[in-house]
């Protein structure tokens, strides 16, 4: 069973929709990553956090520590945003990263 | 601003063939991560290093070694390349703060790898 689970998977949506992306986590973690891959690209770090709320333009992430769970939302998408969404946890001590199968979304004009 | 840099965007190598993949940071970084991505599988782990010519195995050692022999660079190598090592290579790096918690990771563009 994988330590870090996504949802959905894959996500379709208009130009201008409110998106959330969901990730749960099995583990007790020191903190989690929201990361963004673009296609052929490498992967850039959106959000690193360990509790509570953080906002970037017009992405927010969230986290409740008690129920092992974060959300990546996205307010007025647009086509840019199509991206591959990989969620990331850094588990104690060690310092890897433990990686959920990612959510690809598509933003349609 | 930052920069995870590796050394080809795409690399085709026959089977049997030796196989350095190079990676440099230029954020005096202590850690340094090499991992492949395919398809339904995500991201795996095959090395780290957490300070010079220190390193761990990750999830997926088997086939790979690395060498860490400067801070800056971090290469992983592939000592007889196999058709199953075809795959998305992407190197990482983070910055150890403390024990217990280490800077957001930064990654390079990858490196697309065909064994053929």
């Known amino acids: 069973k994988n330590e870090v689970e996504q949802s959905p998977q894959n996500l379709t949506a208009q130009e201008g929709e409110f998106i959330t992306i969901n990730c749960s986590y099995s583990?007790?973690?020191?903190?989690l990553h929201w990361l963004q891959q673009h296609p052929g690209g490498g992967i850039v770090s959106l959000f690193m956090?360990?509790?509570g709320k953080k906002k970037h333009g017009r992405l927010i992430a969230t986290i409740n520590i008690q129920e092992k769970h974060s959300s990546l939302h996205i307010t007025a998408s647009h086509p840019r945003d199509s991206a591959v969404y990989i969620c990331?946890?850094?588990?104690?001590?060690?310092?890897?990263?433990?990686f959920g199968k990612g959510t690809l979304l598509t933003v349609n004009p | 601003d930052v920069k995870v840099t590796q050394s080809s965007r795409y690399l085709v190598k026959r089977t049997g063939e030796k196989v350095f993949l190079e990676c440099v940071q230029d954020?005096?970084?202590?850690?340094m991560f090499w991992y492949r991505q395919d398809p339904g599988l995500g991201l795996r782990l095959i090395y780290f290093s957490y300070d010079v010519k220190m390193k761990e195995k990750g999830d997926i050692p088997e086939g790979y070694s690395v060498s860490r022999e400067k801070k800056e660079r971090f290469s992983l190598i592939l000592e007889s390349a196999s058709t199953n090592q075809t795959s998305m290579y992407l190197c990482?790096?983070?910055?150890?703060?403390?024990?217990?918690?280490?800077?957001?990771?930064?990654f390079g563009q990858g490196t697309r790898l065909t064994v053929v």
């Open positions: 956090l360990s509790s």
């Open positions: 583990v007790g973690i020191s903190a």
């Open positions: 954020m005096d970084h202590e850690n």
């Open positions: 990482a790096s983070s910055l150890k703060l403390s024990l217990l918690w280490t800077t957001e990771a930064f």
């Open positions: 990331a946890v850094t588990l104690g001590s060690n310092y890897k990263l433990t």
